[in-house]
Structure formats: C-alpha cells, structure tokens
C-alpha cells in the first residue's frame, strides 16, 4: 500500500476507537457496562445488530465465494425476514419485560438451573470459536499487505479491539458500529462503482453480469429440493430461517444489541431494519464478487490468490514444476481472454447460435484453467500437505490491492478491519454478560457488590479476548471463513434453539426432560454434521425438532412437583 493508503488506514482505525472511548462515558455499574443503560434508539439497534452478524468475513470471503460459487449463498438470507417477524412478536417483548441481561436468564425462570447453564455453556463454545476466526480475517489482510506472519497481526487486532471492549463497554460498541457501517456502506459502494469502471469500455455492468451469468455464476435461485444442496431456496427458507431465528434470538451476541433498545418498540423497529436491509446488502456485496470474477475474464488473475502459500512453494523443490504450471496458466488465459471478447461480441448480435458457440469455447477455456490451479494446488500440497488450497477469502483483496487506487485501497482495508472489529466487540461483550451473568454472578459470587460485578465483566472481557486470539492463530486451516463460521454455528444453534421454543410455547415440558434432549440433540446433530449426512444448513431444523420431540417423548418420565409459572406476563 502507499503511504496514502496507510493513513487513510490509520486515521478511520483511531478515529473510530477514540470515537466510541468517547461516547461510551463512564460505566458505573454493570447495567450501563452490559446493555448500555438500555436507552439507545432503533436506528442504533439496528445498525449494531447488522454490525454484529456482518463481520470482516463478510466483506473478504463473501465476493470470493461468489467470484468461486456465483451468487447462490444469498439464498442462505431467505429465512431472515421471517425470523426478524417471529422475534419481534415473541422473543423481544419477553425478554424487554423480565429486564433480562441475557437470554439464559429466562430458561432459569422457565426450567431449572441446570438447563440455563448447560444453554450458556453450549453459546459460550460456539461463540468463543466463531469470534477467533472473526478476528483471525483481518489478519490475512495485513500479513499479505506486509509480508509478514498471521501470529502479529492477529495479536495487533486482537489486542486494539480488546482495549475498546474492556474500557467502554456495551455503549463503546454501539457508537464504533454506528460509524463503522456508515463507513463500510460508503466504502462498498465505490469498490462497486471500481469495479465497473475498471471493466473493458465495450463490457460495461450489464453486459459483465451476461458474461458471468452464462459462466453459470448468476445462479441465485434454486428451487430444487436437495438435502445435500448447501444453497437452494428450501435450505435458505427452511434451515436458514431456523439459525437466524436462533442466531438473533438466543445468541446472547446478538440479544445483547436489542436489548439495549430503550423500548420494546425501539428493539422492534431496529430488527425489521435489519431484516429488510441484511438481504440486499448480502446480494450487493456477493454481486461485486461476480463483478470482480467478469473482471478476471479480460484481466489475468494470479493462479492462486493466497500469496503466502505461493511464495512457499515457489521457495522449495518444487519450484520448477510450480512455474511450469503458471506458464501454461498464462497461456490458457490468453486464449480464454479471447474466448470472453468473442462472447462480449456475440452478446451485442443477440445472435442465440453465435452466443451459444461462444459461451461453450469460454466454458472450455474456464474448464482448462480450473485444472491447471488444481495442479498447482497438488504441487503445493506436495510441499506441505498442510497448505491451505482454499484462497477464496483473498480474492477480493487481491483485487483491492492491485487495481484500486490511492487511498480508495486504505478505505476498503479499514472496512474489513471496521467489520472485524465491531462484530469481535459484540461478541467479547456477549461473552463477558453470559460468563458474569449466567455463571459467576448466578452460580460462583452471588450477592456480591456491583462494582464486584463491573470488575469481573472487565475481567471476563479480557479472559475471552485472549481465548478469541488464541482461537484465532489456529484458524487458517478452515478454508471459507464466511462458510466455515455458518457451519461452526449450525451445529449447536438450532439445540439452543429448540430448548427456548419449548420454554415459549410448550409449558406442561419441564426442566429435566428438555435438558436431557437438548444433550442427545446435541450428540446426534454433531454426528450428523461429522459424518456430512445432510448439508449444515439443515441441522439447525433438524436439532431445533429433535429437541422439541425428545423432550415431549421423555417428558411422562418426570412428574410435576410444582407448578410452572411464568413470570413474563
């Protein structure tokens, strides 16, 4: 990067941190530290809630699935409105009356100690997991940019994020989100338009969206009913309904934004927001990715994005063989250079017979190259069969980095780096409530003072902040990382899922039974998920189901020695 680059980069990251240090004031007891007074607007609750699930994953690995998948994982959003309807008529007003400071608070209320702690035990792994790699993204960013290890550059932003989180709490977080989603808009759009703008004169963006389209990466619906299928409309409506309505109804990273709404309204009000934007965000940001993949057509791309891995390979035996391929690589380009302007032209004649005979020599042409990588992908394996053959998350970057221009390169950096570090702060801040809430104060220290608990929301802060890095250094073997967290996610979502629809909604189901299900659910979804039996959106249905069947079953087998009440009416 230029030295532009690195104080626009520089600039936006201290100004956000000071921005939020700001904004955040004093926290002079645990309910300002935690839910931020519970007096921020929707507009806020909503933009956090976006800021929370839209990590520096989405903005890295997202145009790379595309660029690699086409636009099919925008189907994955499909269940979203229908989820944000269902919290808003059920879950917020509950939790807004009983005062909660998470959601595991209710399950005490509803079954039994040992259900609420088994439920934040079970969010504590999952979100613990998700947010190393969450942090882990943007340390691909600045090692590539540097040359330099992952190790000091997750440490370097794990430690900035950290710092903010500890000091300023839940209102630090909101504030830095609000900015930081103004920016991430603003930034997007003007790689969108980049993009374009760098496109050959006679492409343009129609004719790009063609190209792509007939290289089958316009492939957003799917209406085939595949179990298999990671991505159709039944999985997004189905599956992806059930891990949204878990994911912002149960994970305490996301409670924790819309509960620091200043009313059940407010709450209300920033989830439909969020649930009429996240969609046509996700299908824009997945849009520059095919954009970037027309791009490559007239553009020769690296062999493989992932420069560390190449230069590794490219130091050892297996040099020649490696250079060899990139050779016949470019040769290959060269001519599916020529096959994609042949399609360009035969695109203005609307000629079907002419376009039908282009599109098959460029798919031809694709084919070719697509073997040559998985070549150069084996000779990198053969070097180290530990080498990622995944560069999906760097394709976008590869792009920003060598076409961009000045400054326009620091903004799209800052972006990811922005998005990182305000859905990491969500989380340590949902990791610190549920450990201090639902374990230390509920279980280890109850009674204590609320300086006590301030104090050990600070500590908790900082102990998962450590275990998040720690998490991270291990995290660039999982390929995808927008996929990959997803996946990490539906293997225990939809158990906590289906624990909180049988306290909703099933009351003569007591705290025993749901108990024992969820750990069998548990059980059996993980050996669904490791054995690959049916695609990771569908475990999310399939464990929210178990539970609520299990518990019913079993349910006869523990009689009712008190009666239930329900204190949220």
Known sequence: MSLTDWIVLGVTLLTIVIYGVWKSGANKNIDQYLMGGRSLPWYHVGLSVMATQASAITFLSAPGQAYSDGMRFVQFYLGLPLAMIVLCVTFVPIFHKLKVYTAYEFLENRFDLKTRALTSFLFLIQRGLSTGITIYA?????????????????????????????????????????????????GMFFAGAMVVHLLPERVGFVKAIKLAGKLGRMNVIDWKFDPGNRYNVWSGLIGGFFLQLSYFGTDQSQVGRYLTGSSIGQSRMGLIMNGLLKIP?????????????AFYQFNRPPMFFNRYEVEQVKKSNYAGQYNQLEDKYTAVFDQRKSKAEELANALDTKDKAQIDKAQQALKLADKTSGEIRKEAIAVM?????????????????NFVTHYLPRGLIGLLVAIIFLASMGSTASALNSLASTSVVDI??????????????????????????????????????????????????SYIYGTILGVFVVAFYLKNIRGNAVFIAAIITEILICALGYFELVAYLWLNAIGCVLVIVIAAVINPLFPQKTPIVLNHD
């Open 138 to 186: 943007p340390s691909i960013i600045l090692s590539t940019i540097l040359n330099i290890n992952t190790v000091y550059t997750t440490l370097f932003i794990g430690s900035l994020v950290i710092f903010y989180t500890v000091y300023g709490g839940t209102k630090a977080v909101s504030y830095t989100q609000l900015l930081q989603m103004s920016i991430i808009f603003l």
């Open 381 to 397: 394996k053969k070097n180290n069969e530990k080498a990622n053959g995944d560069d999906t998350n760097y394709v976008f970057l």
């Open 281 to 293: 965000m996700q299908f824009l940001i997945l849009l520059i990715g095919i954009l970037v993949f």
């Open 440 to 489: 230390y104060k509920r279980i280890i220290n109850p009674g204590a003072t609320d300086k006590n608990y301030l104090n050990a929301s600070r500590i908790a802060t900082i102990f998962w902040g450590v275990v998040c890095v720690l998490m991270a250094l291990y995290a660039s073997k999982v390929g995808n990382l927008l996929e990959y967290v997803n996946k990490l996610g």
